[in-house]
């Protein structure tokens, strides 16, 4: 019987679907390792201790390719299968807030940064005065978990979460999530590298307190890298994702310079990225407006014509209502010559009103009886229709915001 081909073509759909919904470069990573541990195990390659991170080779013979080499190579299939498991939910998240060529940077920074303080720690081990410890200058460390380590420091301190899921057993304080995996691993698993591990917590802490910002470029460097023609080909690809257009409500961070030059201090440039993240308010296309009534306020005596922004409180409006002898309005008028010549825009400005013929002119007893006849002070409806300019929808706006 021939088997079902509708269920295989389902998941060869499926697996599809999943793969072409990883970014760019965390599905490059995963293609890369996942083939280098297959060649190797085509053709027997288990010499490791020549492409592993060595501190004493390192610093002896100054072979730095270690430093990249180490993170590519896997000593077994759980090892490669488990750390690009790992990979993949946490760098497309990073890659679609970052930008494809960024994570790519910040990747090559955190593998430089674990190595430095790989070398650090051993020297400082293995030449301590009281108890040398030689074993950290020769421990061979490969895999791609240093990086991992990191990347899950990152994601736990700044992802707003209280508290994380260890393998789905038991939950721990988030800020504590990276170092009881540490402790997992190392109580659970073999030819496990402590060192490794711990280097890439300290970079992740490093990275997200900011002390790496001064050698981050800022968006105009990867932007130029995108827009070069060698490149062309990878930024047409759906999964490519440019630096400018990720993800910009996302609650992770790029620590990015968005200038060409860096100044002032890491916890500065921190909490400047910290708010360009929050959602800031548009002020500039809408007007503040009191929620209680729908109309718009004028600005004190001025013409008919000219609005100015709601009334934002009552004891504004109050000050302005006592004060509004002091307030004076700038306007563009046209103007007629005394002499019957031709009018000219000159530039005006209009008084207050200060004199009994001119508030007759505007306020009328009518309008003060039917504002009174509705329960108001008939000093306050002669302010308020002032104000107004003998508007009555306003003046009853401005009366009931006093009373409110």
């Known amino acids: 019987m021939r088997p079902n081909i509708v269920s295989e073509a389902s998941a060869t759909t499926r697996l599809n679907q999943w793969w072409e919904g990883i970014p760019f470069i965390t599905s490059a990573v ?32 100054f072979q730095v390719y270690r430093i990249y080499t180490s993170i590519l190579f896997h000593g077994s299939f759980l090892h490669v299968f488990f750390n690009m498991l790992t990979l993949v939910p946490l760098g497309s998240e990073l890659e679609r807030i970052m930008g494809s060529v960024r994570l790519l940077y910040t990747t090559i920074l955190l593998a430089l940064s674990n190595a430095v303080l790989h070398l650090l720690i051993a020297l400082l081990v293995s030449h301590n005065p009281f108890y040398p410890y030689m074993y950290l200058m020769n421990e061979c460390a490969i ?110 961070p790029t620590y990015s310079i968005q200038n060409s030059t860096s100044s002032g201090s890491a916890t500065t440039s921190l909490w400047s990225h910290l708010s360009s993240l929050m959602p800031q308010r548009d002020t500039s296309s809408q007007e503040t407006q009191d929620t209680r009534f729908p109309g718009r306020g004028r600005t004190l005596n001025a013409s008919r014509s000219v609005t100015a922004p709601g009334i934002t409180s009552d004891s504004n409006l109050q000050t302005r209502l006592l004060d509004n002898t002091n307030l004076n309005s700038q306007s563009n008028t046209t103007a007629t010559n005394p002499g019957g010549g031709r009018p000219s825009a000159v530039n005006s400005i209009t008084e207050p009103i200060s004199s009994p013929q001119q508030k007759a002119l505007i306020i009328s007893d009518e309008d003060i009886q039917k504002l009174v006849s509705m329960g108001f002070d008939k000093t306050q409806v002669e302010v308020a229709l002032a104000a107004a300019d003998g508007d009555l929808d306003v003046a009853v706006e401005i009366l009931m915001s006093q009373q409110g």
């Not at 201790?49 to 002896?60: A, G, K, N, Q």
């Not at 800020?175 to 995996?181: A, D, G, R, S, V």
């Open 143 to 252: 895999g791609f978990s240093g990086i991992l380590f990191s990347m899950i420091v990152i994601e736990s301190s700044l992802s707003g979460f209280q508290s994380r899921s260890v393998f789905g057993l038991f939950n721990v304080p988030a800020k504590w999530y990276p170092w009881i995996l540490l402790g997992v691993f190392q109580l659970l698993l073999t030819n496990v590298s402590l060192l490794g591990h711990l280097c890439g917590i300290l970079s992740g802490f490093a990275y997200t307190y900011g002390l790496f910002n001064l050698i981050i470029p800022g968006t105009s460097f990867f932007s130029g890298i995108e827009n070069s023609t060698w490149l062309s080909a990878c930024v047409r690809r759906p999964k490519f994702i440019v630096s400018t257009g990720g993800n910009t409500s996302g609650y992770l």
């Open 30 to 61: 995963v293609a890369v390792c996942a083939a280098i541990y297959l060649v190797c195990l085509l053709v027997g390659y288990d010499s490791f201790v020549e492409i592993c991170f060595l501190p004493s080779e390192i610093l002896t013979h």
